[in-house]
């Protein structure tokens, strides 16, 4: 099993809908949670952490985290084709001793396009 | 605030051959990563240093590569000899707070061919 699991997609979304991009994790002691965006030929850019059960909202990013389910989710409302990207989802890990050392695990990443 | 500075951005040497990269963190950063991003995949971890301590390096591949961060600050990257299968596109980021989860920066990336 993969540390940190994302659907490869492509996800493909109308101008305008919502996109929902999915996040599951095997490390059930993970802590801290990240979404990163990345264009094409670009370096990963950060989009949202969040570190406690429920939903985070910044503009048109709200970020779900379950921890009993081991799940984390980025919802982007009224999708741009602007927001047509590689969204990669990524972990904090602990060590074997349960000490978090500012690890980041990194999902495979899940494509997104949005048409107009 | 300047970013994270990596060189070069472009590297294309022969299999067998070796090659360095360079990183700059972002000023006051303590821990500094190296990923290895090859095409259609996430960034897999090779090293992550606090400060010019190694923290993990587990899935750095030690007989080929290795990596130094001199004076807690700038950080190089080697591979000695590459193979073709090392063409990727390698990553270099830092976050402020060691431990905890904080958030990691990227530099722009050295992209990798091995031919």
């Known amino acids: 099993q993969k540390e940190v699991e994302q659907n490869s997609g492509p996800l493909s979304v109308p101008e305008g809908a919502i996109a929902s991009l999915n996040c599951t994790y095997s490390?059930?002691?993970?802590?801290?949670f990240f979404w990163y965006r990345q264009y094409s030929g670009k370096s990963p850019e950060l989009i949202m952490f969040?570190?406690?059960?429920g939903d985070k909202e910044d503009g048109r990013f709200t970020a779900q985290l379950n921890k009993a389910s081991q799940y984390v989710s980025l919802l982007i409302r009224d999708s741009q084709p602007s927001d047509s990207a590689t969204y990669l989802c990524?972990?904090?890990?602990?060590?074997?001793?349960?000490?978090?050392?500012?690890?980041?695990?990194f999902g495979q990443g899940t494509i997104l396009t949005v048409h107009p | 605030e300047a970013g994270v500075a990596q060189s070069p951005r472009y590297k294309i040497i022969e299999k067998r051959q070796s090659v360095a990269f360079w990183c700059n963190p972002i000023?006051?950063?303590?821990?500094l990563y190296w990923y290895q991003q090859i095409l259609g995949q996430g960034p897999k971890l090779l090293i992550q240093?606090?400060?010019?301590?190694?923290v993990d390096d587990s899935q750095l591949p030690k007989d080929r590569f290795s990596a130094e961060r001199l004076k807690g600050v700038d950080s190089t990257l080697k591979i000695q000899p590459a193979k073709l299968e090392d063409s990727a596109v390698y990553l270099c980021?830092?976050?402020?707070?060691w431990g905890g989860g904080a958030e990691a920066f990227f530099g722009q990336g050295t992209r990798l061919t091995v031919v």
């Open positions: 980021a830092s976050s402020l707070v």
């Open positions: 969040i570190y406690s059960n």
């Open positions: 000023s006051g950063h303590a821990t």
């Open positions: 490390d059930r002691g993970s802590q801290s």
């Open positions: 240093f606090q400060n010019n301590g190694v």
């Open positions: 990524a972990v904090n890990m602990f060590d074997a001793g349960g000490t978090s050392y500012g690890k980041l695990t």
